[in-house]
């Protein structure tokens, strides 16, 4: 699909970054430690910090992301910046013929995810949702554990994260970190993943909130009902009115259980619990970053796909309906 034989005779493929953030840094940090790879300029929200962030990594600072992406010596962006300016960043990347990298949800709305997947089509040009939930230890042992259990039919996912206080930034706020589901896209990925298509959606929400621009709480519980029967329960919370740390996964089969608590897992059946080893969940944004550049230069095939990610805001979709509703959304309507 993509023109491969072109950059087999360049020396680099040369990189526009869109963020200053956590996640900017450590794509930042693999892009240099690439000898593929040349790190050409860097956007972010405020241009002091975009100055302290491309001086310390020897880039030229842009007073926008707009102003970037009309450099003609970028060949890739990637956009790690907050969630609502997600899909126009990279549709306009993508119209200026870039390849992009984006870090989940693609586009906070479905229809603006389905018209930017089907643009980078038209382009050519690869489009990357980074979902690395999927390269982690906690997901690699789900899959190489699974059949262990037998037939499935209850799973859970607890995030819950209390923070007192909580911060005043974008990942607390509407506009600008999205509907809780769809902007920490990866709770529901990791379930689509392994189990594939959603029936039915039913989703409850609950809002802390005395400022205008931030709230200090969401909670958010959300029900699966999986083609195949499956029933999942998703919960995610986070801010100051939670009072106990959670991430739990828990897979319940006719054989037998597997219970992941943090970093600790274990197999339940009749007379034995077997514990199961996690792999770390460091260095994943450097291993999406090599992947993405060994699709670019080798055609190797990532471990994602943009239809995939797709699929999976359909479902959060359906989730923020049935919150806003009280009702159940069938998947067949999104």
Known sequence: MYNYEAYLTTAKVRVGVVGTGYAAKLRTQALLQDERSHVVAIAGHTLENTQAFAQEYQAQAMSSWQQLLEREDIDLVIISTINRDHGAIARAALTHNKHVIVEYP????????????????????????????????????????????????????????????????????????????????????????????????????RFWQIEPDYYQTCFCITQLCFASGLLAQVVYGKGETLWQQERKFEIHGEKGGLIFDGDQGIFIAVGEEIPIEVGTRKGLFAKDTTMVLDRIFDGTPLYVTPEASLYTLKVAEAARRAAQTGLTIFMKDI
């Open 106 to 205: 693609l586009a906070l709305d479905v229809v603006e995810a389905e018209e930017i997947i089907a643009l980078a089509k038209a382009q050519n040009k690869l489009l990357h949702v980074e979902h690395i939930e999927l390269l982690g230890g906690l997901h690699q042992a789900l899959k190489q554990n699974i059949e262990k259990v037998g037939d499935i039919f209850y799973v859970r996912y607890s995030t819950i994260s209390p923070l007192h206080p909580a911060p005043r930034k974008w990942t607390y706020n509407h506009e600008l970190f999205g509907f809780p589901l769809i902007g920490a896209l990866s709770r529901l990925h990791r379930l689509t993943d392994l189990f594939g298509e959603v029936f039915t959606v039913n989703c409850h929400q």
